[in-house]
């Protein structure tokens, strides 16, 4: 891990990258001692991990072994990378110019078809390496939506907000009420909430 951190902090000089993780080792993927026990996550910042793929994949290209494992994980960086670089050209556009969504739609699904390549052979192995996480299924969805409008302009962060409510309102609900009725109680008040809102305005 030192020595791919100082890697990756040649190529955060190198290249003048505008948000960067302060550290990184093993501690920011997984607790050391208890490795197995859990699958590894990176915690960071958005725009963090953003820039670390670049970074990584070429640490991953400069070290991989030539074998058909470390292959896919490179061509799924490399997905990954094309996936940002595309969202990033057309920030600031509302539709994305004629082919894009196409290109766009391919660069998430070579990601998904690595990733997956990978999870399925990791749990063939009872190796706790990949995880299939719910957002794997919303990449592809956000792949599908570009059809219609540019990703930049999806307002993931309201999304986000939007499930931050519902907990909260989950959480509110949870209190005295059997397991099988909080989804009506969430319901119902969820309906007045939309009714006062609509009031307000």
Not at 87 to 108: N, S, T
Request: net charge positive.
């Amino acid at each position: 891990m030192d020595d791919v951190w100082r890697e990756v902090t040649e190529h955060y000089h190198d290249n003048q990258t505008p948000t960067q993780f302060s550290n990184l080792d093993l501690k920011s993927f997984c607790d050391p001692a208890k490795h197995d026990k859990a699958f590894p996550h990176l915690k960071g910042r958005g725009a963090e991990v953003k820039w670390l793929v670049e970074p990584i994949a070429n640490v991953w290209k400069k070290h991989k072994r030539p074998n058909n494992h470390d292959n896919r994980v490179l061509a799924g960086l490399k997905a990954l990378l094309a996936i940002i670089t595309t969202i990033d050209e057309h920030a600031d556009e509302m539709v994305y110019p004629r082919g894009v969504p196409q290109l766009f739609m391919k660069q998430i699904e070579g990601f998904l078809k690595q990733y997956n390549w990978l999870a399925h052979q990791a749990d063939s192995h009872k190796d706790l390496l990949f995880s299939n996480v719910p957002k794997l299924h919303v990449c592809w969805h956000l792949g599908d939506r570009a059809k219609y409008l540019s990703t930049r302009r999806g307002a993931c962060f309201i999304d986000e907000d939007y499930q931050r409510h519902l907990k909260i309102l989950a959480q509110s609900c949870a209190h005295g009420t059997p397991l099988h009725q909080i989804f009506v109680s969430m319901m119902f008040k969820y309906r007045w909430a939309l009714d006062y809102e609509h009031v307000r305005i």
